[in-house]
């Protein structure tokens, strides 16, 4: 008898948890008419001896990125902007844009900061916890680091605006808190507050009761533990389940990795995406609005763009557009599927994709710091194609 579909992925999640690298984890397969295949393995927390639960509540981290910039691009479907336009336009602590020298001067560059080099991370900006770069230590300095900032939304990006960038923009490309940017300017452009928007034109729409900046209290027995790894396993706790840090409401709401979510939201949101837009008979954003998004929008791919061995792995072949990444070539990637796939992973090993060509998306959610340390993310999405 040949083997069930996606059995490769059940075995995949099973081998980890059983070898210690992982306490427990889903893994999701959808097509556009819902969940194909459902993998839940092991515990959500080793320490109190829950199983994993389909409901568990996750750390989505750098997952929060493309709903920020969806929600971004919903307004620019309003009109509230242009993609070309400069960010000072609307934030003017970003109206002098100069580039930080190894000697610690600054030049002024001779390119705006605009909102397609905010969207597609070719800004200039860094984000300290990625990152050893020249400004990494002066963010630190001014309470600069992603959603570890300081202060409210407003505050943070008015102090972020008088950072000098590490090139001319639209030059490079550099993972950031570009993103972060984008909460600051949903609130200008809507007239509501970064969170409200969220709530109202994404969350309430899709379904998505569960995913917010910070967990209810209530949900304590729910909230998975994320844990700390090396190559061989665990070796600690980051954030224990019981008394997580995310029950906590942050002064910041950070668009850039913010964001606790579930099984079931989180499809939600994919299926729209797979649906090209729609969520129940309600279109959220136009077909060719999501097409534009996950075009690449850099000059090249991301390894010509500088990318380098970021999240410890290749990006030959691989393209940036708004929020996105984006498969340009498939050989060139190491991906053997239809190019076009595009997605995003988050800090604690979380992963998802869109094949628009094939209609189909693959969800994987584990909580282990670094996130990129295993090969998981590879295989899961491997174990995912050969289902099909």
Not at 144 to 159: A, Q, T
Not at 212 to 240: C, E, H, L, W
Not at 315 to 331: K, Q, V
Not at 349 to 370: A, D, R, S, W
Request: hydrophobic fraction near 40%; avoid cysteine; charged fraction near 20%.
């Amino acid at each position: 008898m040949p083997p069930l579909p996606f059995s490769d992925l059940d075995v995949l999640l099973a081998k980890f948890v059983e070898e210690g690298k992982i306490a427990g984890g889903m893994g999701a397969v959808l097509s556009k008419d819902g969940i194909k295949h459902l993998s839940v393995t092991g515990q959500q927390d080793r320490e109190r001896g829950l199983p994993m639960r389909e409901d568990a509540l996750f750390r989505i981290y750098s997952m929060t990125k493309p709903i920020t910039s969806l929600a971004a691009m919903m307004l620019w479907e309003e009109g509230h902007f242009h993609l070309d336009e400069p960010v000072a336009t609307f934030l003017p602590s970003f109206t002098d844009t100069r580039i930080f020298e190894e000697t610690g001067a600054h030049s002024r560059s001779g390119t705006q900061m605009t909102i397609r080099h905010v969207l597609s991370h070719s800004a200039g900006i860094t984000l300290p916890a990625f990152s050893d770069d020249l400004l990494a230590d002066l963010y630190r300095t001014h309470d600069l680091d992603g959603m570890r900032s300081r202060g409210p939304l407003s505050e943070v990006i008015d102090r972020l605006g008088t950072m000098p960038v590490l090139f001319e923009p639209g030059t490079r490309w550099k993972y950031s808190m570009a993103t972060d940017i984008l909460g600051r300017l949903i609130e200008i452009w809507s007239g509501l507050t970064f969170e409200k928007f969220l709530q109202a034109r994404i969350f309430d729409p899709l379904g998505m009761s569960e995913t917010s900046f910070a967990a209810d209290p209530s949900q304590n027995t729910r909230m998975t533990t994320n844990y700390a790894v090396q190559k061989n396993g665990i070796v600690g706790v980051v954030d224990a389940g019981e008394g997580s840090s995310f029950f906590k409401k942050p002064a910041f709401n950070s668009g850039s990795g913010g964001l606790v979510s579930t099984l079931s939201d989180f499809t939600a949101f994919m299926q729209m995406l797979i649906n090209r837009g729609m969520s129940d008979g309600k279109q959220l954003i136009k077909p060719e609005t999501l097409a534009l998004m996950h075009e690449n929008h850099l000059t090249g791919d991301m390894a010509e763009m500088g990318a380098g061995d970021f999240n410890n792995m290749s990006w030959a072949g691989i393209g940036f557009g708004l929020g996105f990444y984006t498969i340009l070539n498939s050989e060139r990637a190491a991906f053997p599927e239809p190019a076009g796939e595009y997605g995003w992973t988050g800090a604690a090993g979380t992963l998802f994709f869109i094949n628009p060509e094939l209609e189909i998306g693959g969800l994987l959610l584990v909580q282990h710091m670094p996130g990129n340390i295993y090969t998981l993310r590879k295989q899961f999405r491997e174990a995912v194609y050969a289902g099909l």
